[in-house]
């Protein structure tokens, strides 16, 4: 497969050595599909929507881009629709770091991010590790205490084991040597009303979801899973600064495409998302949603999915998670 | 204020029109519309979006009732009764009541909404998974009475619903169970796509089977046959109640959604009913109670949304999108921050309310029409719709190939006189079931009284036993007279 | 001594329904069963998986004592049935190819093929009604909804 690619490339550029005159750029000629792997309202259809909305009112595509819901299996399905599209330029998609996790657990997602072709990444989305206003944690060394010497005790409500807030379960019991139950909701609701119904001690949470949680005095952020403070959360230490130095599980979210992209395809998918990601309307959807900008090219993005990659795998088998590939 | 009531007319037009078309569903309808609603302001947009999701409730009993088609999936209950009624000809007036209960518990949810939200918010937040539990439990425990003629097949119905539902991925542990190695079953099987197949495509199926005459179904002549006379009216008056505060309640948990609130409703009425051997054949108020719960159950998701920014559900989930989208921020600050917003939402609720109501009683003997298309034309039309229905969930041929699979199997049961009903209640509750146990013994670290110790979900187990056991009051008291 | 298919109905689905209860006790079983926190994936199908068993066995039992006391003599449908399978098949060969044809025609061709074969209609009927439910179904979802549906090599 690997050897294909090259050979392919290879050609390409000796036909472009032999014909530089007829390099042409590559223009989407029909209606670019935007293949999201969540229903209607989930995080991925609500960025991708936006992401659409920023480049029709930047008027940055010749063609209509259709967001195209993909739903099933975390995230499986939508990998196995794109690598079926091969040679198709008028497929991307949106991945996120479930494109990562599932190939590794699940037998049957047997599309991993390596056959696919990375385009760009563009955001990281940050996490508040939370309790209710009237808990009586005010930090997060006493909340990790506090779970150290009544192991089991205390409750996370989370999403699947996969998910990110699992991660930062695992990495932080790693640290700490304490305890506690991890609560799997299959829905951000039920995991918010958990917390406020005194259901559960904490959980980790998108700043987002939590913003206005937090100024009405509801829930308390006790730090962030980031590497940088949040401008939206000045006060808020961040993991490591709260002195616990763990590695920080990433929610990247980029695009991508279908395997085996042909380069000039490529070059003008990574401009657009470049240019996209500048636009107002973009800019306006991370300040609002409090996601961190992290745009890197393909190479760059390929580098940085095999080293989170590398990292899950290893934080997956210390949660005691069975991998399978 | 014009203008967002026209917004409010577009709305519950759009959405009555959506809920009567299976699959495409308000959730998938809003998410499209939404890039419309950029330039409009946040509370017009607000009203329109709404009104998409109130009228998909209501819309989607029409197709339910006259084809035995879900329309939505929390209208899956009401091709029980409905689509008897009109077997008996009294298709009108399971339409006129389906309207009517909608309007009720419509309003009683809408007034609940704009009075008590934030009690009843605080009420909600104390439930969680043993309640959740108790309450699948409670549903569990009305099939019991849905079994009809022979208890073991019911039972075996609904063992078979649970596995069905269990097809998947496992959310505590991503264990992949009974997915035979297909991707496409990762995520399990769609509620709709079952239920279509198993009501919709059944039906056809047995129908050409039993070779009916030329018109499907006895077409409703004279003005009194398209409207519910006075007697089913009356007999529906518990329905109205209990589906409006059935249906509210459930409405408000977070991840209940309106299917189970219709289930549960249902299997209440059945329960305090004189006649419950009676349900199954066509009675009003098994069309009522479900009906009136799925739009009180709107009211009700409306509020863990507009108080703590919390989406119930889907649709609501989208809905909260939009919000954010508009810059209004939804949470315990929203009623005050954005008063504008959330009255002019409420205001429109009870005015879309009443358009609804407008709106489809009136259609009610344009829609009973539908019955007199001839078979050959109308069959393929609802295997078309069915189809359509299937792909239009997640776009795949493979739900396509399942709704044909369920189909076959609908007959099947049909033939071999295993009821239907008991499979559907189990895949809906199932699920939800097992989670909610899983949780709750992860929560009490395996120690199972937290079921009982806790008031609302012993309050709701004993119910459960209770409800189990009224079948066999009777013949308590036959036993006692035979005796004494 | 006529055996009624009602009867052996239920004798065949109790077996069915008893082997997949099997399978699924078996496979289930495979799987945790108890964990260390609570109930693992396989508890509640290994539940059900039983109990689907259990009441398998009590239905075919059910059947036999009842089989003693009555002689039911009732002629399977066979016309009838036959009538439903092939509907059956043209509705699942249909989607089958919706693959290559597209929704519209596909479907089309359905309702032709039931008009002739199923509902026995003059050829002239069965021709005007695919062809009109065809476009009307494109008329309605297509130009006027907008649903996306399978698109064949035709290109619609």
């Not at chain 1, 009112?57 to 299996?73: F, M, T, Y």
């Not at chain 1, 150290?148 to 807030?165: E, I, V």
């Not at chain 1, 509801?218 to 490591?240: C, G, H, N, S, W």
């Not at chain 3, 919706?98 to 003059?122: A, C, R």
């Amino acid at each position: 497969m690997n050897r294909r690619i090259l050979l392919t490339t290879a050609l390409a550029m000796g036909a472009a050595l032999l014909a530089p005159a007829a390099q042409a750029e590559w223009k989407p000629t029909r209606p670019i599909e935007l293949v999201v792997h969540s229903g209607p309202g989930g995080g991925n259809d609500v960025m991708g929507r936006a992401l659409v909305a920023a480049i029709d009112e930047a008027k940055l595509s010749p063609v209509r881009i259709q967001v195209s819901n993909k739903v099933g299996g975390g995230g499986a399905t939508a990998a196995s629709y794109l690598n079926e599209k091969k040679g198709d330029p008028h497929v991307i998609g949106i991945f996120t770091s479930v494109w990562l996790t599932n190939p590794l657990v699940q037998q049957e997602a047997n599309v991993s991010m390596r056959e696919l072709t990375p385009i760009s990444l563009m955001v990281l989305e940050p996490a508040l590790f939370v309790v209710r206003a009237d808990s009586p944690y005010k930090s997060m060394t006493e909340l990790m205490d506090a779970a150290k010497a009544n192991p089991g005790k205390m409750k996370q409500s989370g999403g699947s084991p996969l998910a990110r807030d699992a991660l930062v379960r695992t990495v932080l019991q790693a640290k700490t040597g304490g305890r506690w139950a991890f609560i799997s909701f299959p829905s951000g609701g039920e995991r918010i009303s958990a917390l406020l119904g005194g259901h559960v001690d904490m959980m980790v949470i998108e700043p987002q979801e939590a913003g206005e949680l937090i100024r009405s005095g509801k829930i308390r952020a006790l730090a962030q899973v980031t590497d940088a403070r949040l401008p939206e959360f000045k006060d808020t230490p961040t993991l490591k600064e709260a002195g616990f130095d763990v590695p920080n599980p990433p929610q990247p979210r980029g695009i991508l495409g279908p395997p085996g992209m042909a380069p000039d395809v490529l070059a003008y998918y990574v401009d657009l998302i470049a240019r996209a990601n500048k636009s107002p309307g973009w800019q306006k959807f991370l300040r609002d949603g409090i996601l961190e900008e992290k745009l890197l090219g393909p190479k760059e993005t390929a580098e940085f999915l095999a080293k989170t990659e590398t990292e899950l795998r290893g934080i997956l088998t210390d949660s005691g998670v069975k991998l399978v590939r | 204020m014009p203008t967002n009531l026209l917004w409010c007319l577009v709305g519950c037009f759009l959405g009555t029109v959506v809920g009567i078309l299976p699959g495409l569903g308000p959730a998938a309808t809003i998410a499209m519309l939404l890039p419309m609603t950029y330039s409009m302001s946040p509370a017009s947009g607000i009203i329109m979006l709404t009104g998409i999701y109130y009228g998909a409730k209501y819309g989607g009993s029409t197709t339910s009732i006259l084809l035995n088609m879900p329309g939505e999936s929390s209208s899956v209950v009401t091709c029980i009764d409905g689509y008897q009624m009109a077997r008996k000809g009294r298709a009108g007036a399971a339409l006129g009541i389906a309207a009517i209960a909608s309007f009720i518990a419509g309003s009683f949810g809408i007034v609940a909404l704009s009075l008590i939200a934030p009690p009843i918010a605080a009420f909600a937040l104390s439930f969680s998974s043993p309640e959740y539990f108790a309450l699948m439990a409670l549903g569990l425990a009305l099939v019991v009475l849905l079994a009809g003629d022979s208890l073991v097949k019911g039972l075996i119905a609904l063992l078979v619903g649970l596995w069905l539902t269990s097809i998947g991925t496992d959310l505590f542990t991503s264990q992949s169970r009974f997915t035979f190695g297909q991707t496409s079953l990762l995520s399990g099987l769609d509620f709709m796509v079952v239920a279509i197949g198993v009501f919709a495509i059944t039906e056809v199926l047995s129908s050409i089977s039993d070779q009916e005459e030329t018109q499907v179904l006895p077409v409703p002549k004279g003005f009194r046959n398209l409207l519910p006379s006075w007697e089913e009216l009356k007999a529906c008056r518990f329905a109205f109640a209990n589906g409006s505060i059935v249906g509210f309640i459930i409405g408000v948990l977070p991840g209940a959604g309106a299917s189970i609130a219709s289930f549960i409703s249902y299997g209440i009425e059945r329960a305090f009913s004189r006649h419950p051997e009676k349900f199954g054949t066509g009675l009003p108020e098994g069309v009522a109670a479900p009906e009136g719960a799925n739009n009180a159950d709107t009211g009700g998701a409306l509020i863990p949304l507009l108080t703590l920014g919390i989406p119930g559900g889907g649709t609501t989930a989208i809905l909260l999108s939009a919000l954010v989208l508009w810059g209004v921020k939804p949470g315990p600050l929203m009623m005050t921050e954005s008063p504008d917003v959330f009255w002019g939402l409420v205001a429109s609720l009870y005015i879309g309310n009443v358009m609804l109501l407008i709106l489809n009683l009136p259609m009610v003997p344009l829609f009973a029409q539908i019955l007199r298309i001839p078979v050959y034309i109308l069959h393929p039309v609802i295997f078309g719709v069915s189809v359509i229905g299937a792909y239009s969930v997640s776009g795949r041929l493979f739900d396509v190939l399942m709704l044909a699979g369920f189909g076959a199997l609908g007959f099947a049961m049909s033939r071999l006189k295993f009821p239907v009903a008991p499979l559907v209640l189990g895949f809906v509750l199932g699920d939800a079931m097992e989670r909610a146990l899983r949780q709750s013994l992860m929560m009490s670290q395996g120690d199972l009284s937290i079921l009982i110790s806790r008031p609302i979900s012993a309050g709701m187990l004993i119910f459960a036993v209770a409800v189990l056991f009224l079948p066999l009051l009777p013949r308590f008291r036959r036993l006692k007279e035979a005796a004494g | 001594m006529t055996k009624s298919i009602f009867r052996d109905g239920d004798i065949i689905a109790g077996a069915l329904t008893a082997a997949l209860g099997t399978y699924i006790t078996v496979t289930a079983s495979r799987w945790d069963v108890m964990g260390p926190e609570g109930p693992g994936p396989g508890f509640f199908p290994v539940g059900y998986g039983i109990a689907l068993i259990i009441l398998s066995l009590i239905l075919i039992f059910q059947r036999f004592t009842a089989a003693r006391h009555t002689e039911e003599n009732r002629p399977f449908d066979w016309a009838g049935f036959r009538r439903a399978a092939i509907t059956w098949v043209a509705f699942t060969a249909s989607t089958a190819l919706m693959q290559t044809l597209g929704f519209y025609i596909s479907f089309g061709l359905l309702t032709l093929f039931l008009g002739l074969f199923v509902f026995e209609k003059p050829l002239k009927s069965a021709l005007i009604a695919g062809v009109l439910s065809a476009a009307g179904f494109y008329i309605v979802f297509d130009m006027a909804l907008g649903v996306a549906l399978p698109v064949g090599l035709l290109g619609f």
